[in-house]
């Protein structure tokens, strides 16, 4: 309800929910609460095979994950450890189409053998319509409040808002793009 400030350079990351997804993307996470780290793949993503599992009274199927494998760069390999649990998964279209579960369950090589360091992200698509019986654990409840059936939004970086009231004391919106609503 209340506009963002100013000063708040934000931007809010697209999404796609498609079961199919093309080569390539990024992961974004923060590994043992380190630094920010960026690590890439260039493969399509395709269906986990290590977890068909229980964890904390929840089965978690392969057809619910992507399993990723990183590829080697300037810096070496990446992998994903505790604490990155949660972080986005991004493809090369910059949408977001997971986020990081499970690798505790699978054959976790991280730092003895980063080449086959498994990473499970939970697909967006599989997370759309989760729980029919909660709201708050549907990602389209969330990502898609009206309804629209949009399978993909882009990124978005707002323009900045500024409200100030006119001698009238009339709320007025510009959006610095000489729109508003005044």
């Known amino acids: 309800d209340n506009p963002l400030e100013e000063e708040i350079d934000v931007y809010f990351s697209g999404w796609n929910r498609d079961t199919t997804q093309p ?15 960026i690590s ?7 269906t986990s095979d290590c977890l068909n599992a229980e964890n904390n009274g929840h089965y978690l199927e392969n057809s619910s994950f992507w399993k990723i494998n990183w590829k080697q760069t300037y810096n070496g ?17 910059q949408r977001v189409i997971g986020q990081l579960l499970g690798a505790f369950l699978c054959r976790d090589t991280n730092c003895d053998y980063p080449s086959e360091d498994i990473a499970n992200y939970g697909r967006i698509y599989s997370s ?37 009231s006119s001698h009238q004391a009339r709320d ?9 609503n005044g």
């Not at 890439?40 to 395709?46: F, G, K, Q, R, Y």
């Not at 390999?77 to 279209?93: A, C, D, I, K, R």
């Not at 409040?145 to 970086?157: C, F, L, Y």
């Not at 007025?172 to 508003?180: H, I």
């Open 77 to 93: 390999f990446s992998v994903t450890e505790f604490g990155s649990s949660g972080s986005p998964l991004y493809s090369s279209n």
């Open 40 to 46: 890439t793949h260039e493969i399509i993503p395709v």
């Open 23 to 37: 080569a390539g993307g990024v992961g974004i996470h923060h590994p043992m609460g380190d630094i920010k780290k």
């Open 128 to 164: 759309w319509n989760r729980d029919a019986s909660e709201e708050r654990r549907r990602l389209r409840d969330w990502l898609d409040p009206t309804s629209s059936g949009s399978r993909s939004v882009d990124g978005a970086n707002p323009a900045p808002i500024v409200r100030y």
């Open 172 to 180: 007025v919106c510009w959006d610095g793009n000489g729109g508003g």
